[in-house]
């Protein structure tokens, strides 16, 4: 199967909303909301693959991922959500394999990191919008299905004589669970380690009984009572959900205008450099004040600064991903007035405690932030006259791998600190930024306050800043890091930012991420799985793999 | 730069003594040794790449690695080791980047596992045998030479015009400091992220003050009070280690007789099946009595079972990772008593409170056990009659992907665990195997008593071993799961070995282990790296690497 480079060509737009899904439906039903599963075959995202059997590719998960998204804001009556099949026999095949076999190697790391940044989505809404997940797996559940149903909060499989759950990756195609499977196997239902090895390595799967004493399920029910106990179970999972008053809030298509040259949004742009190879991404602050108060906040709606801008950002970083491989390197610069983002900070952690929505707010930039920590880009970011790198967007310097500070005179830029840098905000080790920065020194973070304005020198000086000329090297220093970062192999690159960008505890997440991902990218690669005779290629062909059978 | 297969062809052989060394000299003044690099650029392992500049091949770590053992068992008058350089202009420049880039895949990450594994092993003399570890950087220190510096406990670096440290992987040779660099850089040393990125991206590397300021080093010193601050620090080290009671143990070579068809030791025996793809390695349990009792125990010495069976078993474990790529499945047998596997437990942990040897042997044990769970083959344990899983060898069922145990009668075989199973044999991960195995159900290890001779209808309902076929479905079941396990991608079982193995929390060896060595052997395949244009191809000739310059 020859690579298809489509995916390289036709920019992917992330765009979407309930009223054009294709693949699912959403059906409201407060307290519940189902996910209904009901991929049309005849629609891939790009052309050569049928996707059969609710299978996915990257069109079925960006509308999962929007679905998800709006549940958290517009929907506030709901508080459980079902996610099943609209299939008759069949719950979910996983991502389809002729897409992954077409597709080339960067396609597919990238497509495994964005269905395992929205399988942990599904996680946060259940941990921190209360909204209890119940996987109903009313048919075969495969792979990437097994995955999706890992990421509930609970898993009801339907027992008849053809429903199992399974991750035939392995066996089959000679490629890892790579979607969260086999660490949330071990590591979230603690399966025994000896019978998950069993269950990875076994195509056909285990259902029944056995699939409730290994722990892959929480229940079996007969198909006489299944959708009975589907409801019963919604609805002591929404029961246990605290109330949100209503109304939520719309989320508008936010209309972005992309070319090759770059992506323009109100208040994030991404503008490509000529070559290529650099990328400035500019997040402008507030342009007024922005509301103080939870009912203010509310009537603002999607237009909240804090909102708007981050889902933005939140776009500008799949472009890239998806869309410009070629970039490697990205000059991280904010424009405004640091004052106003720190007023916005105080307002929104203010509001968070008793409001929904404000609250919802705040988790979103968590998990923006988290994408930009997780994208394989070299981050640099340039703090100089006009910025505003303060509180939320001083995240934005902290999780690049470099900042540059302009020194100079009482005019010079200005960063400050808020009480978004010290927690609300975590990374996926589970600390802040500031935290993991200064791992080996605690006393530095405290030592700064919050909203204390600090100039370069003094910024240097505590750490928060990797380096800050004055105006005379200023211009070469940031030149010279740029093109020495664009000289260097991407791979490597990748690798290094992967490592370093984590330091500290692990957690599920980042295991995921490291452990996991690092070695299905390796297996990605290997004949084995890949090459013309490789378990991946050969799927689905009269072809039988051959295996190099030597180990490394 | 052609792949030279020679590794695949010779076996290395892992036996040396101090006597033979080529590369190090042990020098030895109680209560501090040295051990001084003085790597011998015309004797690598293999033809074709001359050692310059102190750089090293499997060769040379095989040396570190007997030396840190012997000092364990053979010296216990030494406190502290000061490890340095016998050249004039240079502490060490890393691996030998020829030899890398004309190893096998399989190669290069066996080579990275072994000297992570003797990185460790120096972490684990300073931990658990009190010895204080050195590095006393007297020139340049570059790669590998700064990750061997970074396993020790301090680093003084000499302070003139030359000597820096340095990781140069990334923007030289586009791949990582992959022995531990990365990871201990942000995790050991507690680096800033940012500098670390500075320095991890930077080739000519630190050096002076700013090494200190940036945690790199402990201390700079110049040359003229170098080699009185190396000893004044040294002894402060050897000060605060506790004193050990002579003579020590001398450790004997083990004289094994190695064939194609296997490797036989007195207490462990590799057998390979014919087809060669399985394996069978049996290890034997005490002949007669152990003795009880530190004083018995160090006049048994090295021929006691414990200190002699494990290193046996260390010893195929290696063979197996170097010498034997095509075995991809192992079955561990045991064969002898249980009860005197439990009695032997017994006395060693009664002796190892107090008694050094002991405490060694125990340490010794753990750290074989770990190379098994890090060795990346299949292993199915099988219990049958005349087995003795019990205690220390009952790890070895635990260690194992999975179990099988024949169910039967009076006469059939019996498990038991000892205090051995609960704590003093840690995983990288920090828990026992046992905690680890029953992270979801931590009761179920505490309902068994040590002693406790489990037949395996109790071991399976226990949770003790994965499945137990009676004697009829016994030789079919167990065939099989060889002969399916031995069918499937050995990449992909590599994957999911390294990922099922370590359920639970992560540590700084299991980063180094799962996320930094997943990352290095994804890059270990890529074209910008290692193709005809890669970087590590083309270091050293004419040829300037071309990148792709897509990032994925």
Redesign the interface.
């Known amino acids: 199967m020859a690579e298809n480079t489509a995916t390289l060509t036709e920019p992917v737009a992330f765009a979407t909303h309930p009223s054009r899904y294709v693949h699912w439906r959403l059906e409201i039903e407060p307290p519940l909301a189902r996910l209904v599963m009901d991929v049309q075959e005849e629609r891939p995202l790009r052309p050569g693959y049928p996707l059969k059997l609710n299978s996915y590719d990257l069109g079925v998960d960006i509308e999962l991922a929007d679905a998800v998204q709006r549940l958290r804001f517009e929907h506030p009556e709901v508080r459980a959500l079902v996610v099943t099949s609209g299939k008759d026999r069949v719950f979910c095949s996983g991502a389809n394999i002729y897409m992954l076999g077409s597709s080339t190697?960067?396609f597919k790391?990238?497509f495994c990191k964005f269905t395992n940044e929205t399988r942990l989505a599904l996680e946060d809404v259940s941990r921190h919008s209360g909204l209890g997940v119940l996987a109903a797996v009313n048919g075969p559940c495969a792979g990437g299905g097994y995955e999706l149903a890992l990421a509930c909060d609970e898993i009801l499989l339907v027992d008849d004589a053809s429903s199992a759950v399974s991750l035939p990756?392995?066996?089959l195609?000679?490629?890892?669970p790579g979607t969260g499977g086999?660490?949330r196997?071990?590591?979230k239902?603690?399966?025994?380690?000896?019978?998950?090895?069993?269950f990875?390595?076994l195509g056909e799967g285990v259902k029944g009984k056995r699939a409730v004493q290994w722990?892959l399920v929480d229940e079996t029910v007969p198909l006489s009572r299944f959708a009975a106990r589907v409801a019963e179970r919604a609805q002591a999972l929404a029961a246990r959900s605290p109330a949100r008053s209503g109304p939520g809030v719309a989320l508008p298509d936010l209309a972005g205008v992309r070319s090759e040259r770059g992506l323009e949004h109100r208040y994030v742009s991404l503008a490509v450099e000529d070559g290529g190879?650099v990328a400035t991404l500019t997040v402008r602050g507030p342009a007024e004040g922005e509301p103080a108060g939870a009912a203010a906040m509310r009537a603002r709606g999607a237009e909240l600064w804090a909102l708007r801008a981050f889902r933005e950002l939140d776009d500008v970083l799949l472009d890239l991903r998806f869309n410009r491989?070629?970039?490697?390197v990205v000059v991280l610069r904010t424009q405004g007035d640091g004052a106003r983002v720190l007023a916005a900070d105080a307002a929104l952690l203010a509001a968070a405690g008793d409001d929904w929505f404000a609250s919802e707010v705040l988790h979103h930039l968590k998990r923006v932030l988290k994408r930009l920590d997780l994208t394989?880009?070299s981050f640099l970011a340039v703090i100089d006259a006009g910025s505003c790198f303060a509180g939320s967007l001083f995240e934005l310097a902290l999780a690049?791998?470099?900042?540059y500070m302009l020194a100079g005179d009482d005019d010079g830029p200005r960063i400050a600190l808020s009480a978004l840098n010290r927690g609300p905000l975590p990374m996926s080790n589970g600390l802040s930024r500031l935290a993991?920065?200064?791992?080996?020194?605690p006393e530095a973070a405290a030592a700064v306050a919050d909203g204390e304005a600090l100039a370069a020198e003094e910024a240097l000086e505590r750490?928060l800043v990797?380096f800050a000329p004055d105006d005379i090297d200023w211009e070469d220093e940031v030149r010279l890091a740029i093109e020495?970062?664009?000289s260097?192999?991407?791979?490597?690159?990748?690798?290094?930012?992967?490592?370093?960008?984590?330091?500290?505890?692990?957690t599920m997440e980042?295991?995921i991420f490291?452990?996991?991902s690092?070695?299905?990218?390796?297996?990605f690669?290997?004949p084995?799985?890949v090459g013309e005779r490789g378990?991946l290629t050969c799927y689905g062909t009269p072809n039988k793999?051959q295996?190099?059978?030597?180990?490394?």
Chains 1, 2 share one sequence.
């Open positions: 190697h960067a790391v990238n990756e392995v066996p195609l000679a490629v890892l086999l660490t196997v071990t590591d239902r603690k399966v025994r380690r000896d019978l998950a090895d069993v990875s390595s722990r190879r491989p070629e970039v490697g394989a880009r690049a791998d470099r900042s993991t920065r200064f791992l080996g020194t750490g990797t020495e970062r664009a260097i192999s991407p791979d490597a690159l990748t690798g290094m930012e992967a490592n370093l960008r984590f330091a500290g505890p692990e980042t295991k490291g452990r996991l690092a070695w299905q990218n390796w297996i690669q290997r084995n799985a378990a793999p295996f190099d059978i030597r180990r490394t």
